[in-house]
């Protein structure tokens, strides 16, 4: 009886450990990371869920913590808004492009510049600009506002405008959708988000006169702009509904799922 009663305590305690590690349970798909691809993601996993009856979770955590997650085992998929760093590749990763994303360069709707160049906008990043009217703009402190450490979002806009290590941020904030709120009640606050999230309380910046949409991020023409990453263990296998949605996500069959998500997806 003490020994039947000793194995049913170790079952329950591994039951317990996988659970509290937030790998997938049966009929169940659990993806950790990127903050910007919270539209997309939604938008699949709600599809593939209605057609599949599988369920998918999301946690929005960001990219390095998304990245973080699937190396340790604690879900089935990870989400970064950048390419995987060769170290991260050779911990034994695999990075697979979902899709691509405009990072929109946004001011407040008040705000009277409408368009800057790549050199302007690292020219305002680093501090050597730093009131709107060197811009064309109001004679106001420029009010400059990024995203933390280990986000996508930021490795992106700044690998893209050289500014790495560089940027002079007043606030640096843990999501894309704290950037447009801030932005968005800051007459002379600049920042970055992923275009897919960009709301009509902010406004886009063109970028060296080129707009940012999808059809110029599509043909290469607006050129800050970075991939949606889906993240596995390159020797581990997914699990079978795991796997499911990751066939679904990255197949023709989502494609028009992703475009309305306001990205462009990575399969033609």
Do not use: H
């Not at 190396?71 to 390419?83: P, T």
């Amino acid at each position: 009886m003490k020994k039947a009663m000793a194995g049913l305590l170790m079952a329950a305690m591994v039951v317990g450990t996988l659970t509290g590690c937030g790998k997938s349970s049966s009929n169940a798909v659990t993806t950790d990371g990127s903050t910007s691809m919270e539209k997309v993601i939604g938008s699949l996993g709600e599809a593939f869920q209605n057609e599949s009856g599988i369920t998918v979770t999301y946690n929005p955590t960001g990219s390095g913590s998304g990245i973080q997650a699937v190396q340790e085992g604690r879900c089935d998929i990870g989400l970064s808004s950048r390419e995987l760093k060769e170290e991260e590749k050779n911990a034994g990763l695999t990075g697979t492009v979902l899709a691509y994303d405009g990072i929109a360069v946004i001011v407040n709707p008040n705000n009277p510049v409408s368009d800057l160049s790549v050199e302007q906008i690292a020219e305002i990043y680093t501090g050597q600009v730093t009131n709107w009217s060197q811009v064309g703009g109001i004679d106001a402190e420029i009010v400059l506002i990024g995203r933390e450490a280990g986000s996508g979002t930021r490795d992106g806009f700044e690998s893209i405008t050289g500014t790495e290590d560089a940027c002079n941020y007043r606030q640096e904030l843990t999501s894309t959708g704290d950037v447009i709120t801030t932005v968005a009640q800051n007459e002379a606050a600049i920042g970055y988000a992923s275009l897919a999230s960009v709301k009509d309380s902010v406004k886009a910046l063109s970028v060296g006169g080129v707009s940012a949409t999808e059809e110029e991020i599509k043909n290469g023409n607006y050129v800050i702009q970075r991939p949606f990453v889906l993240v596995t263990k390159t020797q581990a296998k997914l699990s079978d509904e795991a796997q499911k949605f990751f066939d679904y996500i990255t197949s023709a069959d989502a494609k028009e799922q992703i475009l309305a998500s306001g990205v462009v997806p990575a399969v033609d």
